[in-house]
């Protein structure tokens, strides 16, 4: 929980008393590994904060093919803003790909937030814009490199991902085969 109250205090200030009713409004959640936190074609119910694990933003192809948009490691929250703060349905799956533990809120609880804590909502759109911000500038990063750069900056990016994530999750983030992928691994051995 300190973890989760660290890390909105990064996007702004609220008071011990406000604090307290963050922490009043959490419910722990265990996630299991392959289980979604939110799927496609629904709307998403739910903000978590992850403190264990890693989860997944993918989304599938007319013909099943799976594309990883991005990974989710620990101390990040975790929703699809879209979905969640339009209550639209869904154009994703956010998955777990390994045993997760988070910190949920529910909307009912993510609103009564906003109407107690006056800066609530300010404080989660500095969230979500430096999230956003963060994942254009990874992206950009890596539009521009051949595949074992791409590999190379991942590592660098995101240094406890790359073991826990199978490799075709990894590899679908990164745009290249499997077997790509094994080579590039093999070769940086």
Not at 33 to 54: D, M, P
Not at 156 to 170: G, H, K
């Amino acid at each position: 929980m300190e973890e989760m109250i660290n890390y909105i205090l990064r996007f702004g200030s609220i008071t011990r008393q406000q604090i307290d009713l963050v922490q009043s409004k959490a419910e722990v959640i265990h996630l299991k590994k392959g289980r979604y936190f939110s799927e496609a074609n629904k709307i998403a119910k739910q903000l978590g904060f992850l403190t264990e694990g890693v989860i997944r933003v993918c989304y599938y192809g007319k013909d099943g093919e799976e594309y990883t948009r991005c990974f989710v490691r620990e101390n990040r929250f975790v929703v699809d803003s879209v979905s969640f703060f339009n209550d639209s349905p869904s154009s994703e799956y956010v998955e777990a790909v390994t045993d997760c533990t988070l910190l949920v809120f529910s909307k009912n609880s993510f609103s009564e937030l906003s109407i107690a804590i006056a800066n609530w909502s300010d404080i989660f759109t500095r969230i979500l814009t430096d999230a956003l911000m963060k994942k254009v500038q990874d992206s950009n990063t890596m539009l521009n490199q051949d595949a074992t750069t791409r590999y190379l900056k991942f590592l660098e990016l995101f240094p406890t991902v790359a073991n826990r994530v199978p490799l075709s999750m990894l590899a679908s983030y990164l745009g290249i085969t499997q077997s790509s992928l094994s080579r590039i691994r093999k070769n940086i051995s």
